[in-house]
């Protein structure tokens, strides 16, 4: 299970961002009957304008990016597309005749990006967004595309090891969440990833909102729990 908690302002003045958002994807059990070490915690945060988000994970390794869906890009898309996307991304890019559709994309290409080299804990240069290619399979029975990852570097390994999950929060941000598979769990399989989502204003409110309005899945096989 994956947990994300998101944290809001309740101030209406400028300020830090403060919004949380909490992902949890795999049940936590800190102690052990048998004197075993726990499973390794996995977290990752991002930010962005008043929001900050925080994914957590057990035993699994995690990446995390979200961005506001009004986000202004100030150089031409297609030439910042060029610079650092895949040729297929740039090409998806440019069947899309709509400028603002075409800006939506393109965020929401990034921050899947973002959240896969997060995941590898590796930097942009480390891992250059231009050696690997993120796009959508065909839907499922459940209406829901899955989102891949396939790379120029070790086609098979990254390909099959890592999931996502893209969503909208409070209808005003996109969030991508990039986790390792369940290495027990065969690789063919498309097990969802189960989400729990929280939202959190500190000393004010903390709550669930889980498969509500506030969280309304674009792409990826999520369970919200």
């Known amino acids: 299970m994956f947990c ?4 809001t302002s309740s ?21 052990s009957d048998d004197g075993q070490c726990p499973s390794p915690l996995h ?17 699994s390794p995690i990446g995390i990016d979200v961005e506001e869906k009004q986000r202004k890009i100030k150089n031409n898309i297609l030439a910042f597309a060029r610079r650092y996307f895949s040729l297929y991304e740039v090409e998806h890019l440019s069947a899309i005749s709509d400028s603002e559709v075409q800006r939506q994309e393109f965020v929401k290409l990034w921050i899947l990006k973002e959240a896969y080299v997060k995941a590898l804990g590796r930097g942009f240069s480390a891992a250059p967004f231009k050696t690997f290619t993120i796009h959508e399979k065909d839907a499922t ?45 065969d690789v063919a399989m498309r097990v969802p990833m189960r989400l729990t989502v929280r939202k959190t204003i500190p000393f004010v409110e903390d709550i669930c ?9 674009i792409a990826g096989l999520i369970k919200q729990v």
């Open 11 to 31: 101030r209406k003045e400028p300020c830090l961002p403060v919004l949380w958002f909490a992902l949890l994807l795999q049940d936590l059990v800190w102690e």
């Open 209 to 217: 909102i889980s498969g509500t309005d506030a969280v309304v899945p």
């Open 43 to 59: 977290f990752n945060i991002s930010h962005t304008s008043s929001l900050i988000a925080c994914g957590v994970t057990v035993n």
């Open 141 to 185: 029975n459940s209406g829901a595309s899955e989102v891949v990852v396939e790379s120029s570097d070790h086609p098979v390994s990254l390909t099959n090891n890592w999931q996502f999950g893209l969503f909208e929060l409070a209808s005003s941000h996109y969030a991508a969440v990039c986790m390792e598979k369940d290495k027990t769990s």
């Open 4 to 7: 994300l908690c998101v944290e």
